[in-house]
């Protein structure tokens, strides 16, 4: 059977107390840099009237609470370890000590380091699998995670130090945010994602023994995201840009049906630019499996869409993300979308979105066509119906798509009134 004994080695105050484990052949010690003075423990009795040397017994509370733990760690390690043919050697035994005292190896231990941590997730990311659509995790999502690490490093570089897991707590969070919104010049929405996903990785962690800070469970370790003011364009909006005499510009014609296309089915960028390979037939757009989630989707074909589609034999325009974004802004200029409103747009300069009154054709995008879809199919048909045509997997994200306007909100419940008196007049009548 397997024992452990504590030992007193040398007579210099404070003692080191030295720890012996030995089973069958195995015999090994180390220091325990648990300290302790003359009066924490007395010398075991080996005979009758003779005190050993070596072997001590703990008389101070404090101190045999320590021991007593370390004890029960290293017993657990051996029962763990020994059947697995692991080398119980002193080594070992150090390790045991220095996990005790959460002491780490060094600055790349995952254990004890933010950033070894995140390194060991991203690589068991590359081969992990998305539970919720069964396929690899997409590179994008594990890009992510690079740049949440680059922003860690940035805040480390910062404050002249390594992080350790324990010090990821209110005050880390709350430098974090003042770091990245004074110097990095970012915005909420982008530094409540890197939030989240410290959150997540350290949380993670916890499945393979590693200790956490309890503030990192508190609702105050958050920032709270902007509110999200990309832009729409309405029916009214899309009947003119359909409408607009085009038969000079064939870029520009070009550029149009494919914008009408997704303004109508609310199809992402990726799906769109595939819009050719997919079935279009009966009416119908099928879609196997969308870029981003995977998804099957089933599309029905809108009467602007439909013209289209006989307009270019069923063969619609294809182009770069790039020049469609360059190009909308172009065309919706040439149409007189011009309202001023709330947007964001991106300064060349800093790189950055910044908040501000913009011409409404300056912040049109690919993005438009799915928020547009969203937003004015919104309370007209129940959100699961709408949600089954984009793909959305959360109902919460769903809704950030919506877009509707102080005005238009206005002009919504003026009907609705309006409606309410047409009936109560039919009624007295």
Not at 343 to 365: M, Q, V
Not at 396 to 418: G, M, N
Request: charge should be positive.
């Amino acid at each position: 059977m397997a024992n452990i004994e504590f030992g007193v080695y040398t007579k210099k105050v404070p003692v080191n107390i030295n720890i012996r484990f030995y089973h069958n052949k195995i015999d090994i010690n180390a220091k325990t840099n648990i300290f302790v003075f003359e009066t924490d423990f007395k010398y075991k009795k080996i005979a009758k009237g003779k005190k050993s040397t070596r072997s001590v017994e703990v008389t101070n509370d404090s101190v045999k609470a320590k021991t007593e733990k370390l004890k029960k760690l290293v017993y657990e390690r051996f029962i763990e370890d020994f059947p697995k043919g692991h080398a119980i050697t002193p080594i070992w035994l150090l390790k045991i000590i220095n996990e005790f005292h959460e002491r780490p190896d060094g600055e790349n231990d995952p254990k004890f380091f933010v950033i070894p941590l995140f390194d060991q997730y991203i690589a068991d990311a590359k081969t992990k699998i998305n539970t919720v659509t069964g396929e690899p995790l997409a590179e994008r999502t594990i890009t992510r995670f690079e740049y949440t690490k680059a922003h860690i490093k940035q805040v480390e570089e910062h404050m002249g130090k390594k992080i350790r897991i324990s010090e990821v707590d209110l005050n880390f969070c709350n430098e974090f945010i003042r770091y990245h919104k004074e110097v990095s010049k970012y915005g909420n929405t982008t530094i409540n994602k890197s939030i989240k996903q410290i959150k997540q990785v350290l949380n993670a962690s916890v499945a393979k023994g590693v200790k956490i800070n309890p503030e990192l469970s508190s609702d105050r370790f958050t920032i709270k995201k902007d509110e999200t003011i990309d832009t729409y364009l309405n029916e009214n909006e899309i009947e003119r840009i359909f409408n607009y005499d085009l038969s000079d510009n064939d870029r520009l014609d070009k550029v149009r049906d494919l914008f009408i296309t997704g303004l109508w089915t609310g199809l992402r960028i990726s799906d769109l630019k595939r819009i050719n390979s997919f079935d279009i037939s009966n009416n119908r757009i099928k879609i196997v499996e969308t870029e981003k989630t995977n998804s099957f989707i089933e599309i029905p074909i809108h009467p602007q869409l439909k013209q289209i589609i006989e307009k270019r034999e069923g063969v619609l325009p294809e182009i770069s993300d790039q020049k469609f974004n360059l190009y909308v802004k172009e065309l919706c200029e040439l149409v007189g979308i011009d309202e001023v409103i709330l947007g964001g747009l991106k300064n060349s300069d800093t790189n950055r979105k910044e908040k501000g009154y913009y011409p409404k054709h300056k912040l049109i995008a690919s993005h438009t066509c799915r928020r547009s879809f969203v937003s004015n199919h919104y309370g007209k048909l129940d959100d699961k119906t709408i949600m089954a045509i984009t793909g959305h997997k959360s109902h919460s994200q769903f809704l950030d798509y919506v877009k509707t306007s102080k005005r238009e909100h206005a002009e919504k419940l003026e009907q609705y009134w309006a409606e309410q008196e047409k009936v109560k007049r039919i009624r007295k009548s």
